[in-house]
């Protein structure tokens, strides 16, 4: 009897005790803001800011404004389309519901996973490139021994997640800042003069447009913090946020090591290297330089790595919710409430062209710039998007709107649509790049119109309610 009543008992307690299904909800400000630094900054962006430093010197400081107001503009439309509708899926849920799944599934897979497969295996390997300078010979498997480490990481939970990005972000940061204020006390300055760099800021020619895809790459992905929004604790209040704010860090961190870079180092040796941020390090510390940007390169590379598996693999779950993947994207750790099939597929996505292009240096750049055009597609949709949404459903609740509408839209559209078009130095690596995207882009559409219309069973173009997107 008294085991009876006992078992009664501890069933009406399992009653009432709430289920927890998804994610979980663990992320702060401070985590999201970190979380966005690293999803940002790379060696890639890194050596974009020095490189473009190289080629333009003063007038590259107005490349970088321009490149700053264009990721203002995506960071509002972005924030309104997230907190519109609050899910994982991102790019892919805002566009079904705008324009259609077909899309939808095109503009997250072309202009997210493409991104990420050009993108990492080309940081990966700058590493490697970095610390083989150091020490020839000694870090052959570097690459993959970090990619699958952070793999592992980020499958054990997004709050170990977190903490690890914390402690990465911050010692990125900490290391750019370090640089860039050393610059201003070393003896050994090589560069422009302070005068000439004011000289060529405020007599900028229409060059400058042609900086602008330099400038810009290291100001994209902020948006990406997006896809955690379902890990966020008041994503009202802290995604849009943890975006402006990094954004105006990272606005004064590269404008602070552009100008140390300019001052420093000849505008030759700048442009004309693979790895400027070496031969800065160099040129400030003389041979405790390789230290101090070995700290750099692995710490820039961990944080886009980590963020990185941490924020796709996000868009992938919420893509399998709304019916654009196979089911198997939603499955969840049991216990780290990750989702590890996700971040498993994407991980051996990123392995294959590292696998490949790591004999091959010379690609570093055409991947780099590959990613890019990629993403610029991504936020061209994004605007598209809120313009549709807006006549669509203009009562809707919205608790953050962009401001001046439909202006920032139209100028970021009309931006990206430029540097895409603009996005290599040379006609022989723009027609690469070129091949590149469409390949990709006609690839995930194959796969879309299949997808689409045989196993969804829907129009290519026809809209999800909005009510059903957020229910999914």
């Known amino acids: 009897m008294a085991q009876t009543m006992a078992m009664d008992k501890a069933k009406k307690m399992s009653d009432n005790k709430p ?85 939808a599934i095109i503009a997250a897979i072309a202009a997210y996973v493409a991104p990420a497969i050009f993108a990492s295996p080309a940081e990966l390997l700058l590493l490697q490139h970095i610390l083989d300078s150091i020490a020839p010979g000694s870090f052959t498997h570097i690459a993959l021994l970090l990619l699958w480490l952070f793999a592992i990481l980020n499958i054990l939970g997004i709050d170990l997640f977190a903490s690890i990005q914390s402690i990465i972000s911050f010692t990125m940061l900490v290391t750019l800042f370090v640089i860039g204020f050393a610059g201003f006390n070393t003896s050994t300055a090589n560069g422009i003069p302070a005068s000439m760099i004011w000289n060529q800021l405020t007599h900028s020619g229409g060059a400058v447009f042609s900086l602008i895809l330099v400038a810009l790459w290291p100001f994209i992905s902020f948006e990406v913090v997006c896809d955690l929004i379902e890990e966020a604790k008041e994503p009202k209040k802290h995604i849009p946020k943890a975006m402006f704010l990094a954004s105006v860090t990272m606005l004064f961190a590269y404008s602070l090591i552009a100008f140390t870079a300019m001052s420093v180092v000849p505008a030759t040796e700048l442009s004309n290297t693979d790895i400027p941020h070496w031969v800065l ?91 890019a055009s990629c993403w610029l597609l991504a936020y061209i949709i994004a605007h598209i998007n809120l313009v549709v949404l807006r006549k669509k459903y203009p009562d809707h609740q919205r608790p953050f709107k962009s401001p001046l509408f439909p202006l920032l839209q139209v100028l970021g559209i009309a931006g990206m649509a430029y540097a895409f078009i603009n996005n290599a130095p040379t006609p022989q690596l723009r027609f690469k790049v070129y091949i590149n995207t469409a390949l990709f882009i006609g690839v995930t559409a194959l796969y879309a119109f299949f997808w689409v219309k045989y196993k969804m069973k829907k129009g290519l173009f026809d809209a999800e309610p909005i009510e059903q997107a957020i229910k999914d």
């Not at 473009?52 to 960071?75: E, H, K, Q, R, V």
């Not at 994207?329 to 780290?336: G, I, N, Q, S, V």
Request: glycine residues 10%.
């Open 19 to 103: 289920i927890t299904k998804g994610l979980k909800k663990v992320l702060g400000l401070r985590s999201l803001f970190i979380i966005t630094i690293g999803l940002v900054v790379s060696q890639g962006s890194v050596v974009s800011i020095l490189q473009g430093a190289g080629l333009g010197g003063g007038s590259f400081f107005i490349a970088i404004l321009i490149a700053f107001l264009l990721t203002l503009c995506y960071i509002a439309t972005y924030s309104e389309l997230a907190l519109m509708m609050p899910k994982a899926g991102s790019i892919s849920t805002y566009t079904a519901v705008s324009i259609g799944h077909f899309p």
């Open 281 to 371: 390090g160099k040129a400030i510390f003389g041979n405790a330089g390789k230290i101090i940007i070995a700290i750099l390169a692995i710490t820039t590379t961990s944080g886009m790595i980590s963020a990185a598996l941490a924020a796709i693999p996000r868009l992938l779950y919420g893509m399998a919710h709304h019916g654009q993947l196979p089911k198997l994207f939603m499955r969840l750790h049991p216990k780290w409430k990750t989702p590890w099939c996700s971040i498993l597929f994407l991980t051996m996505l990123i392995t294959v062209p590292l696998l490949i292009f790591g004999k091959n240096p010379d690609a570093l750049l055409m991947l780099f710039i590959s990613a």
